[in-house]
């Protein structure tokens, strides 16, 4: 179990002589978690144990199946004991895991069901609930060191349909980008240019076969980006993740003019540029290049460049780091508005 790990107990188990002692390890950065069960049988008969069904609960209402265990199934006979470890990818906040990918704060209590226990392939007894608790004042320790929640702004899309379509429509035609070349007829081979379609859905942008998810937030003082990109489009694209900016300036209600400028990080993508397209090894470690029908998801975070104490802001995001394989022309040219949303 990692070191850094906050340790749940859990409330002692007892019921129709089947006892079980343990506790819950969950890594703060991470949200990973270890569930480690000692379990002896001292009822008459063999006990069936499956693991599957060791499904970890919180009051955010999301189950967390155990993604590695280190038995799957398993009989302890009468008087026998065995000691079992499940792993757990937690996910604590439903909402910022689907938006952003971030599993939320721990909660103060977890609970497992006794029912992955059988007897004689039956349930001869009620379902119990099996508390794993952590006292107060680590995890208030907690919550003040590497909580988010309490500081996180998230931001919801302010871009105007209508003149999205239009002007990033216009764009794309101008610098003839993601254009589609086909047939007349099945019986010509003469070959028109087919418009990119440009759709806008929630914060959902499709380029043509091009489908990107632009999701802001930000954590105390820092910008952060999450980005998920699928390309169908049969041309590569690529991803330069030293190419995003984030401009931070007024709402319409303020009559003051200022911007702040936000750089994205540069992130390694060195460790996966094996899982795509060969393309990646004609291209630096922050650029990543996708295929038809590749997709990622990646989080950048931001810099601020110029110092000012902007109140009140809306933010922009320039994504000048999606073009198409070699070439310097972004293939969003149009800032897109976010607003603050509710936390």
């Not at 998920?228 to 209600?253: C, E, H, M, W």
């Not at 009559?255 to 390694?268: G, M, R």
């Not at 989080?299 to 601020?304: E, H, N």
């Amino acid at each position: 179990m990692d070191k850094t790990a906050l340790i749940f107990t859990l409330d002692p188990y007892s019921n129709n002589g089947i006892h079980i002692t343990g506790t819950l390890g969950i890594v703060p950065q991470t949200s990973e978690g270890t569930l480690v069960l000692a379990i002896k049988n001292g009822s008459n008969s063999s006990i069936s144990i499956k693991t599957s069904l060791l499904i970890l609960k919180s009051d955010s209402g999301y189950e967390n199946l155990p993604y590695k265990s280190s038995v799957s199934e398993l009989t302890l006979k009468k008087g026998a004991s065995k000691t079992i470890t499940l792993n757990y990818a937690i996910i604590n906040n439903p909402f910022l895991y689907q938006r952003f990918g971030l599993a939320g704060d721990i909660r103060n209590k977890y609970w497992i069901t006794d029912d992955f226990i059988t007897i004689n392939n039956t349930r001869p007894f009620d379902s119990k609930t099996i508390l794993c608790i952590i006292s107060d004042d680590v995890y208030q320790s907690y919550l003040k060191e590497f909580g988010i929640e309490k500081d996180i702004t998230t931001y919801e899309t302010g871009i105007n349909n209508g003149a999205f379509l239009q002007q990033q429509g216009q764009y794309l035609k101008q610098h003839k980008l993601l254009m589609t070349e086909h047939h007349d007829d099945e019986n010509t081979q003469n070959e028109k240019t087919k418009e990119p379609a440009v759709l806008l859905s929630g914060d959902e942008i499709v380029l043509n076969q091009l489908i990107c998810k632009f999701s802001p937030y930000k954590i105390k003082d820092t910008y952060y980006l999450s980005i998920k990109i699928i390309n169908r489009y049969p041309d590569p694209i690529q991803i330069d993740s030293s190419k995003f900016t984030i401009l931070v300036g007024t709402s319409a209600s303020n009559n003051e003019n200022k911007t702040e400028v936000w750089v994205s990080q540069a992130l390694d993508f060195t460790k996966i540029k094996q899982n795509y397209s060969p393309l990646n090894e004609r291209t630096g470690k922050e650029v990543l290049v996708l295929q038809q029908n590749d997709r990622v998801n990646m989080t950048f975070s931001f810099r601020k460049t110029n110092p000012t104490n902007i109140k009140d802001t809306v933010i922009y995001i320039i994504a000048d780091g999606v073009t198409m394989y070699k070439q310097e022309i972004p293939l969003i040219g149009i800032p897109l508005l976010y607003k603050t949303g509710a936390n």
